[in-house]
């Protein structure tokens, strides 16, 4: 599958906002965001006048980036969105908050939702007792998520479980610092979905 393997510290400059996707380096002086907050490019420091199309492209890319989605698949959340009953806008941050990567990242067993994607596509991870690889798979309520016994042998996963127990987790799921297990407990609420992303601005770009 495509990705995109570029300098992520452009992408959060390119939407004048961090998007802290490179874990604990986002919050020290080291980030680039902090050196250069303007686009990147010969032109980037220019102030430019955006249109409402503008707005609304850069929403979609905001949280295309958030996520680590790339496009048809971003297009494809949307249009399962939208079939869903309630909130159009609602229903896609709640599908991208239930990616195995990003309950991983929401559970502290990953610095970033980057790093989540590559521990899961390396086996990792087990969602009710079996191993899964894919980063998009959906988790429901009443999933358990935990760590492979093989891999808490790992420094890396080691260190990473202990820095899980430091951290806060949304109320939408529930970790277990002993046995360094986790479950959703039910579908995230917008209100419990912490990420700066406007997405009405989504929803009229897609519906024209």
Not at 30 to 48: I, W
């Amino acid at each position: 599958m495509a990705r995109y393997t570029g300098a992520r510290c452009k992408l959060c400059r390119r939407e004048g906002i961090k998007l802290y996707l490179k874990g604990d380096r986002c919050y020290t002086n080291k980030c680039a965001f902090e050196r250069r907050s303007y686009a990147p490019g010969q032109h980037g420091q220019v102030r430019k006048k955006v249109s409402e199309y503008g707005l609304q492209l850069r929403a979609k890319q905001k949280a295309r980036r958030i996520y680590g989605v790339m496009e048809r698949q971003f297009r494809n959340y949307f249009y399962e969105a939208a079939r869903q009953p309630g909130v159009t806008g609602e229903n896609l941050l709640r599908l991208l908050e239930r990616r195995l990567d990003n309950v991983v990242f929401r559970l502290g067993l990953a610095d970033s939702r980057a790093q989540a994607r590559q521990l899961v596509t390396h086996g990792h991870f087990k969602v009710n007792g079996r191993k899964v690889n894919i980063p998009s798979y959906l988790v429901k309520v009443g999933d358990e998520i935990t760590v492979r016994e093989k891999s808490k042998n790992s420094v890396l996963i080691k260190s990473l479980i202990d820095k899980a127990k430091e951290k806060t987790h949304p109320a939408w799921l529930e970790y277990d610092a002993e046995q360094a297990k986790g479950g959703v407990i039910s579908l995230p609420t917008r209100d419990q979905i912490d990420v700066d992303v406007e997405e009405h601005l989504i929803v009229e770009l897609y519906s024209k």
